[in-house]
């Protein structure tokens, strides 16, 4: 899947222009050419003083790296993979380019479209579902999308009613902490079980509370997923217009453009397994048996990573319940399907327990139909004839041409998929987990304070603030 190209050794490093890059990473694998060229000075013991560190390249790492540069310095990315993007994957399969992580933006994610206006990358509006099979009162029904909507939407704004209240602010989201007190600890199963709703009415919600928490409903927040809907003007319609934007050239290629023009020293292959502060000095020593020493490190890998790292002096109790606990879910299971022939963009639901709990149409090309599902924990992904008997219960007589798995639960380094808090993660964990531990600091969606965990714009906006305090640090 990655195709490297290693740069020979240059006497002084030379940046690969923008265009130059954005052509070596293409549609594939999302920077996989970064240049592994060293920029960092050796000082006598080996190490590499560098004047920033940053750990991970996902778009966290990615913003903090292009706003320290932006300031003057000249930051180190190390990062475990051999490519970046981290949660965010931009690949191919069935001849099309597709996003085996992230891979939509809503209109309301503000920051997400200014970094893009900046670097001049456009949006196009996905495949719109043509066709929506969800529960019914004798299994599975076929309606139009306006009826679906009309079923659905009031569900979900029962679901979620009283969110208006415990998140007044939802870009500060314990402003109301006093009410958060008693919501805090429901998961969405708990809140589930609190309306009174028929059975296909509990089918229609769970299949997308188990997808989003991670294959059970009990995992999840359900502060954790009424925070997006507060962010989105308190209307589940409006929440569902963050899975409708895509970005030109693939979700990678605002990544790109960031990484690019903060001229870091990305070194790939290159895990990080120990961070140190002594003397107003961090060392982070790789599992390469590299040394880097710098005034500041910001660790902008998942919280589900934290655990695997050492840290000296150890980590502070927030920090250490978040990296014990983890906050990227379980199971992530994104499964790509290519339907042979002309098939109808149909969008699939059901109930938590089914193979495919959700089904998402994607482009029609001359040989099928692309759509891309979000697996169950039951469903066998390796059998092919368990996907298509998954694709099946919404589209009886679908024919299989191809299938990719793309599982985030087990990608090293990630360990997890999107992020989405458990019950009491907010207050227990917020606001001390975005602190600085010394000179040691912390960025990533999964700790991002508005649309945190399953979106890049709260990527970004943790890394803008990590950046922020890094730079009153040097
Ligand atoms: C299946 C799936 C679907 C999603 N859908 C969407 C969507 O539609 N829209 C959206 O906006 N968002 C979506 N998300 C969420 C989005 O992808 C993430 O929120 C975001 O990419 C996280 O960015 P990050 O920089 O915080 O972390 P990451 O992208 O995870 O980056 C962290 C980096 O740290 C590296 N790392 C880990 N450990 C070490 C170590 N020890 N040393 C060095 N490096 C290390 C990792 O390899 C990784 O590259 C989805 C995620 C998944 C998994």
Same mark, same amino acid.
């Given at each position: 899947m !990655?195709? /490297? !190209? /290693?740069t020979p050794a240059e006497p002084t490093r030379r940046p690969l222009s923008r265009r130059g890059l954005i052509k070596a990473v293409g549609a594939t694998a999302v920077g996989a050419s970064i240049s592994t060229m060293a920029s960092g000075r050796a000082s006598a013991a080996g190490a590499t003083a560098a004047d920033a560190i940053v750990i991970g390249a996902g778009y966290a790492g990615g913003t903090v790296a292009r706003e320290l540069a932006a300031r003057g310095l000249k930051p180190v990315v190390l990062e475990a993979r051999d490519r970046v993007g981290g949660r965010i994957f931009t690949a191919t399969f069935g001849g099309e380019q597709v996003e085996l992580g992230g891979a939509w933006l809503g209109p309301q994610q503000e920051l997400v479209h200014a970094e893009l206006k900046r670097y001049g990358i456009g949006t196009y509006l996905d495949t719109v579902a043509e066709q929506v099979v969800l529960p019914g009162p004798s299994g599975l029904r076929t309606v139009s999308p306006e009826q679906a909507a009309t079923v659905v939407e009031p569900l979900w704004n029962s679901f979620y009613e009283g969110s208006e209240k415990y998140f007044e602010r939802p870009h500060d989201p314990l402003y109301r902490k006093d009410l958060l007190a008693s919501v805090d600890p429901l998961s969405l199963q708990d809140r589930l079980g609190k309306l009174s709703l028929a059975p296909e009415e509990l089918a229609t919600l769970s299949g997308e509370t188990s997808v989003y928490s991670g294959g059970k409903s009990t995992l999840g927040s359900l502060t954790g997923m009424a925070q997006w809907i507060q962010l989105s003007g308190g209307s589940y319609g409006t929440y569902t217009t963050t899975m409708t934007l895509r970005p030109v050239g693939g979700m990678g290629a605002l990544l790109t453009a960031m990484l690019n023009e903060s001229k870091a020293d990305v070194r790939l292959s290159t895990p990080v397994t120990k961070i140190t502060e002594a003397k107003g000095v961090v060392t982070v020593e790789t599992s390469n048996g590299q040394t880097f020493t710098s005034p500041v490190v910001v660790v902008a890998t998942p919280t589900n990573t934290w655990r695997s790292i050492t840290f000296s002096p150890g980590l502070p109790t927030a920090h250490a319940q978040a990296a014990s606990q983890g906050i990227g879910v379980p199971l992530a299971t994104k499964v790509w399907i290519q339907l042979r022939g002309q098939v109808l963009a149909v969008q699939g639901q059901a109930a938590e327990g089914s193979a495919l709990p959700m089904l998402i149409p994607q482009q029609q090309t001359s040989k099928g139909r692309i759509m891309v599902g979000f697996a169950g924990p039951s469903l066998d992904v390796s059998n092919r004839t368990? &996907?298509?008997? *998954? &694709?099946?219960?919404?589209?009886? $007589? *679908?024919?299989l041409l191809d299938y990719r798995v793309m599982e985030w639960g087990k990608t090293p380094y990630i360990n997890g998929g999107w992020g989405l808090r458990k019950p009491n993660q907010l207050l227990t964990l917020f606001p001390a987990i975005e602190q600085p531990h010394g000179r040691i600091l912390f960025a990533g969606a999964d700790i991002a304070r508005g649309w945190h965990g *399953?979106? @890049?714009e709260?990527? @970004?906006?943790s890394g803008l603030r990590a950046?922020?305090? *890094?730079? $009153?640090? @040097?």
């Open positions: !990655s195709h /490297h !190209s /290693h368990k &996907v298509l008997e *998954a &694709v099946r219960a919404y589209i009886p $007589g *679908a024919e *399953a979106f @890049i709260g990527a @970004i906006e950046a922020e305090q *890094a730079a $009153g640090l @040097i």
